[in-house]
Structure formats: structure tokens, C-alpha cells
């Protein structure tokens, strides 16, 4: 160990005494940023006197599948460096190798965030990189898959000796290998589940040549076996293949086949976690095992004893007669996981926290691409509480999903435990920084004995008279363009927003969809919504309109109702930029749109005269809108720096009947005024004479004043 590297060492020591002893935190990052700064070498250094090392990265199951992978390779090569706490940016990885060097360990198995293995992966050189999943995460902070994509590709290429081995049923993490010449381990789910999804995610299009690609199943999100029918890019061959899984009343049990040789060699697995997502999670500890030169033998009973961390998929018994279970979700597909275990036990409660910090991403755009649909299937759900920094945005979003009971509004577990009966279970589901205050809680609770609260019954929803239906010739139609390509931005609560306070007031309406490759109609189209998307995904989408232009520039000029979000905003202008590249847009209004060399990112708000509040939203766009002479704004910027192009002071646009905007969050179910505008306009267009009935909006006024208040300062 050279000289700097050992006073590096001695310093970080300081620093975790510190925050240990004097602080009573854990010593986390703090030590390792600390030597890093003394010693930016320290990771190839330490990391460098370790046999062997894999490292475990992906938007879910990090923490779980490096823990379990770290326990298994324990059972054979005694002491191992483990960042088990989750600390998996730079400095938490090096606080591990400095809180452990003089241990005798051999082997590392590290976890890492996905925009750290640029900087990990060429000073620690591991034998392998193991890429569990990619989704939609944090999109202020990550910004697109793409760009996660491309810092995961050259970290592999600054460490070319890394094998990777990859989740082949995820397009997206098979794009990335595609890409590299690293040695490639796919791995997957051999056969369909029985349990497939109904919709795809986060990926439909082609890494090869962005055609749509075909599915033969899908086991959640964007994972199962595809196809391009265009080019016949498909899912690689699997080096690790589960098959024969089945669903125990405990758990989970299939065969792992290690195909790599002539003769395949079969692993059983038997766990006792319910959710097709552990499936993956512990294949992929498997893999890491024995690319880490640990032996097969030893797992099944490392995961037999293992325990999630930090109190993950734990049920907390109470004195009082509750049982709490707490789960992680950080993003629509982890919520949507959790949604379908609840399902599958059909419980009867459920508490839902969510938090805007910097860790979890300030945008919550997201929360409406969670099916909360699907627990309408439960037999008799009682109450949903909510909670978090962002509590009345999550109590909108269970509104709209229209489970038929009373919504909430709570401060934490033990105030939510007032709505729950006694002997019940309450599954409690948070976000990234809500997760560690409900654990805390619970372990808090468990040492009191006691649940002080005494159970109140949750408030009845309130049941109005059924509205009196709106004679109309046709329902009013709401054209919903290319869900499946533009769905950055919780685009759905747009259309939940316009769908629901229709038939609330008793006004006929059916929402279309027209997806990639479908035919557009627009002539009785009453209201549109283009949202926002991907690049690749939003290229595609251009490429589909351009050739059908003319129906759109019809619709627009004959006064018709349109919502443009984001990218669809961008592509009804002359032209937008895509990196270095012009992409030519639609030519329907006279707006141009060029590359920042920043992006926008933060809640806004604006004045407009379509509604009398403010509007307010969340914008992430490195794109710079100028509108020519004769379009107007949607609205004027309330913060400076923000808007179109964050220098003229305008936002979006107002162009007859069409609203283009870079706000999302989504913009419809918190700015209600909003929706109503463009309802009322529709009716209008149709020669309707209209005056909508007032609904009670006091969710959506309580979100949209946090949003407000958030925006502004005030």
C-alpha cells in the first residue's frame, strides 16, 4: 500500500468514528469520500489486492441480489468486501474496501449505481459486471434509459477483461451488449410464467434498427422473449436459462440450467419469496457466484437463511394484533411488483409513501404509470393511506384509480395503523428516502409493545347523486397517440384526468388508442393528447407522423383540441434537434426547437389565461423552444430561467385549440382548470353550449398547492 493510500486509510477511519460515535449515524459514505479525496486511486489500490470481484448493478434489485450473491460466495471464500448497506455510489464502495482491508478477504461483491460504473468499473477491473434489469428511473437525475445505456457501455469498454453478464429477456440491457466487445453472459426466464403482463414499459423499439418489436411473452415490465421483425435482432441465446418455475404456496422453485458447456448442468432453487421479480434477483445471484469463482453447492443454503436488508419484504408483528409488511418501490415497475404481491395475498389495507427528495428524484410524473388499477380485483379493500413529502399527489392518483374506499391523508405508519383493525394486516409500500423513516418506525413500534392509536374507521367516500348523463349525438372522443411509444411523462393521468372528470359530470366519452403502425383518424376526434417520449422512441413516432401530416395539420386548422406534452410538443414544429443530428417535425405551428447545452429541470410554474390559478408542473428538457411571430405562449414563467428556453420568459404554447407544453407531472389531474379548458372547448367545437358542473377538486388543490409552494418558494 503506498504511502498516500494508507493516510487516505487512516483518515476515512477517523471519519466513521466520527459519524459513528460522535454523529450516531452509519458510516456510509462519509469515510470513503473522504480517502477518495485524499487518494482518487484508493478503489484500484485496495480493490487491486482481492483475488477476484463481481459487481452488481440495474434500476431494481441491486441491494437484494448483491447481498445474497455476497453470502454465497462468504460460504466458500470466508470474508468477503460487501457494500451490504446499499451505499453503492464511488465512496460507499471505497468505504467498504477501506472498513475492511487487514480482514484477509479475497474476494469483493459490490453493488454500484448504474451512473458510477464509469468510474468503478476501470479501477476495480472485476471479473464480472452483472446487469440486472433497466427501467425508468429518476429521470431529473439519470435523464433517459439512453443516456444509462451509454455510461454503462463505456464503463465496460475502460475495463475490457469484465465479462457482463446481463439480463437478456431486458432489451435494453441486451442493446448495451450488443455494443461492447466484453465477454457476454445473457441470462433470463426460458418460458413464459403463466403470470404475464398485459403491457410493455419501457422499451418497444428495435436497438438495431428501431422497428417495434415483437413479443412472444412478457413477464413484467419490458421483460420476456422478443423479436424485430424487421431486421431479426432477438434475444441472445441464454447462458443461464430458469426454467420450470412455479409458484409454491411458499415461494418460488425452479431449475437453474447452466448452459454454457456441451452437457448442461441443472441447479435447483427453491425460495421462499413470492414476486417473478425475485426469480430474477436470485438467478442473478447465482450467476455472480459462480463468476466469482464461488461454488453452486453452497447457494441454496446461503439463500435459505438470507434476509433482505433494511428491513425489505419484512413483516412486523405488533402487540396490538397488526402485522406490517414493508416494501421498497422506487419506481412504476418495483410499485407495480408490490401491487401484485398485495393481489396475490389480497390484502385489505395499504399505505403508499412517497417522497420528492434529491434521491428519489423530484420529478413524480411516474407515480401514474403504476397499474393501482389492478387493486380494484381485491376482495374487500378497506383504506388506502397515504403519506410522504408528496402525499396529496399520491391521494390524486388513488383517486383517479377509483378503488371504491376512503383515501387517507397520513403522517406515518402508526398514524395509518389508526385506520387499520385490529388483527389486519397493513402492507406498506414507500419510495427511496420514505422506506428507512417506516422501518424505523416499525422497529420503534415493535420495542414499544404497543400501538397507542386506537383504531378509527376510515371515512366513508362521499356518494353523490349519480350526475344526469349530457344528451349527445356521439360520445366525446379522446385520441390517445401512440401510448406505447410516448409514454415518458405519466401521460396516462393526462388521459384519466380528461376521462374521468368527464364521466363524473355524466358526459359520454370513450378514449382511443392509435398505436405504432395503426391507421390515424382523426375526423370525429374531439380531444388529442401527444405525449412526450424517449429519443429513439419519439424518432419513431416522427417518422410514423410525417407521412400522415396533412390529417393533423386538418385537424389543427379546423380548431381542433390538442395536448402536446414534451416531445410531442417539439414535433409540431418546423424542426427539433436529436444530439447533432436536425430531425424534421410536422410544420403545424411555427415553433423551432434547437439543442441547450444544459437541461431545464424543476418544478414550474406559470400564469396563462386558460385557467385563473397558476399551472404548475415539472419540466426536464434540453431542448430550447422559440416561437415565431404569430404564436403566443400557454403562459408566462413565474421563476426565471424556466419555460420554453428559459430566456424569453414564455412557456409552452396557446394556438387556437392546441396546447403544447414542456410541463408534465402529469400537467392535467393537478392543474384542473386545465382539463376543463380543453373539455369545454371540445363541447364548444361541436356546438355545445356548456357550463361544467363543479366537481370537488380538493385533492387536486391540495397537490397542486404543494407543487405551488415547491415552485415558488412561497
Given at each position: 500500500m503506498n504511502p498516500r493510500v494508507r493516510i487516505a486509510c487512516l483518515a476515512a477511519d477517523a471519519a466513521r468514528w466520527g459519524t459513528t460515535r460522535l454523529l450516531h449515524r452509519g458510516g456510509g459514505n462519509a469515510p470513503g469520500a473522504v480517502a477518495l479525496r485524499l487518494a482518487p486511486n484508493l478503489i484500484g489500490e485496495l480493490g487491486g489486492a482481492l483475488e477476484r470481484s463481481v459487481v452488481i448493478t440495474g434500476t431494481n434489485g441491486k441491494t437484494t441480489t448483491t447481498g445474497l450473491a455476497a453470502d454465497a460466495l462468504a460460504a466458500g471464500a470466508g470474508s468477503v468486501v460487501c457494500n451490504r448497506a446499499g451505499n453503492n455510489m464511488e465512496s460507499g464502495i471505497a468505504s467498504a474496501l477501506v472498513e475492511s482491508r487487514g480482514a484477509g478477504a479475497h474476494v469483493g461483491c459490490f453493488e454500484c449505481d448504474e451512473l458510477y460504473t464509469v468510474r468503478v468499473l476501470p479501477a476495480l477491473r472485476p471479473r464480472a459486471l452483472v446487469l440486472l434489469n433497466l427501467f425508468r428511473d429518476q429521470l431529473d437525475r439519470y435523464g433517459e434509459i439512453d443516456h444509462t445505456q451509454?455510461?454503462?457501455?463505456?464503463?465496460?469498454?475502460?475495463?475490457?477483461?469484465?465479462?457482463?453478464?446481463?439480463n437478456a429477456d431486458d432489451p435494453l440491457c441486451a442493446s448495451i451488449a450488443a455494443r461492447v466487445d466484453n465477454p457476454g453472459v445473457p441470462f433470463g426466464i426460458d418460458e413464459p410464467t403463466g403470470q404475464e403482463a398485459d403491457r410493455i414499459s419501457d422499451s418497444r423499439f428495435c436497438a438495431k434498427c428501431n422497428a417495434p418489436l415483437d413479443y412472444a411473452y412478457v413477464h413484467y415490465g419490458q421483460l420476456g422473449k422478443y423479436r424485430c421483425p424487421a431486421c431479426g435482432w432477438e434475444r441472445p441465446e441464454l447462458?443461464?436459462?430458469?426454467?420450470?418455475?412455479?409458484?409454491?404456496?411458499?415461494?418460488?422453485?425452479?431449475?437453474?440450467?447452466?448452459?454454457?458447456?456441451?452437457n448442461y448442468v441443472r441447479h435447483h432453487v427453491t425460495t421462499r419469496y413470492s414476486g417473478l421479480y425475485m426469480v430474477y434477483n436470485v438467478m442473478a445471484a447465482l450467476v455472480a457466484c459462480l463468476l466469482g469463482g464461488g461454488d453452486a453447492d453452497d447457494f441454496q443454503g446461503a439463500l435459505d437463511v438470507y434476509e433482505p436488508a433494511s428491513g425489505r419484504g419484512k413483516t412486523y408483528r405488533l402487540d396490538s394484533g397488526h402485522s406490517v409488511v414493508s416494501n421498497l418501490a422506487k419506481n412504476p415497475t418495483g410499485f407495480n411488483r408490490m401491487v401484485?404481491?398485495?393481489?396475490?395475498?389480497?390484502?385489505?389495507?395499504?399505505?403508499?409513501?412517497?417522497?420528492?427528495?434529491?434521491?428519489?428524484?423530484?420529478?413524480?410524473?411516474?407515480?401514474?404509470?403504476?397499474?393501482?388499477?389492478?387493486?380494484?380485483?381485491?376482495?374487500?379493500?378497506?383504506?388506502?393511506?397515504?403519506?410522504?413529502?408528496?402525499?396529496?399527489?399520491?391521494?390524486?392518483?388513488?383517486?383517479?384509480?377509483?378503488?371504491?374506499?376512503?383515501?387517507?391523508?397520513?403522517?406515518?405508519?402508526?398514524?395509518?395503523?389508526?385506520?387499520?383493525?385490529?388483527?389486519?394486516?397493513?402492507?406498506?409500500?414507500?419510495?427511496?428516502?420514505?422506506?428507512?423513516?417506516?422501518?424505523?418506525?416499525?422497529?420503534?413500534?415493535?420495542?414499544?409493545?404497543?400501538?397507542p392509536n386506537?383504531?378509527?374507521?376510515?371515512?366513508?367516500?362521499?356518494?353523490?347523486?349519480?350526475?344526469?348523463?349530457?344528451?349527445?349525438?356521439?360520445?366525446?372522443?379522446?385520441?390517445?397517440?401512440?401510448?406505447?411509444?410516448?409514454?415518458?411523462?405519466?401521460?396516462?393521468?393526462?388521459?384519466?384526468?380528461l376521462s374521468k372528470r368527464c364521466s363524473w359530470r355524466g358526459i359520454p366519452c370513450r378514449v382511443d388508442q392509435v398505436l405504432m403502425g395503426q391507421e390515424l383518424d382523426l375526423t370525429d376526434a374531439d380531444i388529442v393528447l401527444l405525449g412526450g417520449g424517449a429519443d429513439r422512441d419519439q424518432l419513431a413516432v416522427c417518422r410514423e407522423l410525417q407521412a400522415q401530416r396533412e390529417k393533423v395539420e386538418a385537424y389543427v386548422e379546423e380548431g381542433g383540441v390538442l395536448l402536446a406534452i414534451c416531445g410531442g410538443y417539439q414535433l409540431l414544429g418546423h424542426y427539433y434537434m436529436m444530439g447533432g443530428e436536425r430531425v424534421e417535425g410536422l410544420h403545424v405551428l411555427d415553433i423551432e426547437t434547437t439543442a441547450g447545452t444544459t437541461r431545464l429541470i424543476g418544478n414550474v410554474a406559470i400564469e396563462s389565461p386558460v385557467c385563473d390559478t397558476p399551472i404548475v408542473g415539472f419540466e426536464n428538457h434540453a431542448g430550447r423552444t422559440v416561437l415565431g411571430a404569430g404564436e403566443k405562449p400557454l403562459g408566462r414563467a413565474m421563476i426565471h430561467g424556466t419555460g420554453n428556453n428559459g430566456e424569453d420568459g414564455g412557456e409552452g404554447v396557446l394556438h387556437d385549440g392546441v396546447v403544447g407544453t414542456y410541463l408534465h407531472g402529469p400537467i392535467l389531474p393537478k392543474n384542473p382548470g386545465v382539463t376543463d379548458w380543453l373539455i369545454e372547448r371540445a363541447l364548444r367545437r361541436r356546438g355545445e353550449k356548456v357550463d361544467l358542473a363543479p366537481l370537488d377538486d380538493s385533492l387536486e388543490l391540495l397537490a397542486h398547492d404543494v407543487a405551488m409552494r415547491i415552485a415558488t418558494g412561497r
Open positions: 451509454d455510461v454503462i457501455a463505456e464503463a465496460l469498454r475502460r475495463s475490457p477483461q469484465t465479462a457482463l453478464a446481463y447462458a443461464f436459462a430458469a426454467v420450470n418455475v412455479t409458484l409454491t404456496c411458499g415461494g418460488y422453485e425452479f431449475d437453474v440450467e447452466d448452459r454454457r458447456g456441451e401484485q404481491q398485495m393481489r396475490a395475498e389480497d390484502g385489505r389495507y395499504v399505505a403508499l409513501f412517497l417522497n420528492d427528495n434529491d434521491a428519489d428524484g423530484h420529478d413524480v410524473s411516474w407515480i401514474w404509470d403504476i397499474d393501482l388499477e389492478r387493486l380494484r380485483d381485491l376482495t374487500d379493500l378497506r383504506c388506502v393511506c397515504v403519506g410522504g413529502t408528496r402525499r396529496e399527489d399520491m391521494a390524486v392518483r388513488v383517486k383517479y384509480a377509483e378503488l371504491g374506499c376512503p383515501i387517507e391523508l397520513v403522517d406515518g405508519v402508526e398514524d395509518a395503523l389508526r385506520f387499520v383493525a385490529a388483527g389486519e394486516r397493513l402492507h406498506v409500500i414507500a419510495n427511496y428516502t420514505a422506506f428507512p423513516p417506516v422501518v424505523a418506525e416499525l422497529e420503534r413500534l415493535c420495542k414499544l409493545g404497543t400501538v386506537s383504531h378509527t374507521p376510515p371515512a366513508a367516500p362521499p356518494k353523490g347523486a349519480a350526475p344526469s348523463p349530457m344528451a349527445l349525438e356521439r360520445p366525446l372522443r379522446i385520441v390517445h397517440l401512440y401510448p406505447d411509444a410516448l409514454n415518458l411523462y405519466g401521460d396516462g393521468g393526462n388521459i384519466a384526468s
